[in-house]
C-alpha cells in the first residue's frame, strides 16, 4: 500500500508510483495523485513522476471518472468535517497538555521554593547560634565587670570600716584621758584612793 504526500500548493495529494498505471513520456511508470481542486475534488489522475524535482514531461491523464456535484459536496463535506475532528484533537491535546505543563512549573517552583526555605532556616539558624555566642560572651563579660566592681567596692568599704574604726579608738583615748585628767586636776581622785586604801 502506497503511502499519500499532500501538496498544500498544487491542490492534490500523491499516492506513489502504480505497478497498474500507464507509463509518462519520459517512458517511466506514472504516479497516482488524488486532485483537491473545487472542480475535481478527490478524483485521480496519473502524472509524471518528476513533477516535483523538474524536468517533467507534462504528462497527464485522469485516472477516475469525472464526479457529479453532489458527489463533489459529499467528499469535500467530509474532509471538512475529517479536517474540523483532527482540529478539535489537537486542541483537546494542548488543553491536556496545558495543565500537565503548568503542574510540573508549580511543581519545580515549589520545589525550588522548599529549597529556598531549607536553606534560609539553616541561615538563620547559624546566624541565631552566633548571636547566642555573642550574647553568652557578654554577658559572661558583664558577670566578671560586675564581680569586679563589687570586689572593689567591698574593699573600699572594708577601708573605710578600718579608718572609722581607728578614729572611734582614737576618740574614745582622748575622751578618757580628758576625763582621766580632769579627775586628778580637780582633786576627785582623793576619796578615789582612800577607797582602794580600804
Known amino acids: 500500500m502506497s503511502v499519500s504526500h499532500i501538496t498544500g500548493s498544487s491542490g492534490t495529494v500523491e499516492s506513489g508510483a502504480s505497478t497498474e498505471g500507464p507509463k509518462c513520456y519520459c517512458d517511466l511508470k506514472a504516479k497516482s495523485t488524488i486532485a483537491f481542486t473545487k472542480e475535481n475534488f478527490g478524483r485521480r489522475f496519473w502524472g509524471c513522476v518528476k513533477f516535483k524535482d523538474g524536468g517533467h514531461c507534462n504528462y497527464f491523464a485522469w485516472r477516475d471518472p469525472k464526479m457529479c456535484s453532489y458527489g463533489r459536496r459529499v467528499i469535500t463535506k467530509l474532509r471538512a468535517m475529517h479536517s474540523q475532528s483532527r482540529g478539535e ?25 522548599r529549597e529556598e526555605i531549607v536553606n534560609m532556616s539553616k541561615q538563620h539558624c547559624i ?8 550574647n553568652r560572651a557578654n554577658i559572661d563579660a558583664m558577670i566578671v565587670q560586675h564581680r569586679l566592681e563589687i570586689d572593689v567596692e567591698r574593699r573600699v ?24 585628767a580632769h579627775i586628778f586636776s580637780t582633786g576627785l581622785c582623793t576619796p578615789l584612793k582612800l577607797m582602794l586604801a580600804a
Open 89 to 113: 484533537q489537537c486542541t483537546w491535546e494542548s488543553i491536556e497538555r496545558e495543565p500537565r505543563h503548568e503542574t510540573e512549573v508549580i511543581v519545580a517552583m515549589t520545589e525550588q521554593h
Open 127 to 134: 546566624e541565631i547560634e552566633k548571636l547566642n555566642v555573642q
Open 157 to 180: 568599704s572594708d577601708v573605710k570600716i578600718s579608718g572609722y574604726r581607728a578614729a572611734l579608738g582614737v576618740c574614745l583615748f582622748l575622751i578618757f584621758g580628758i576625763f582621766a
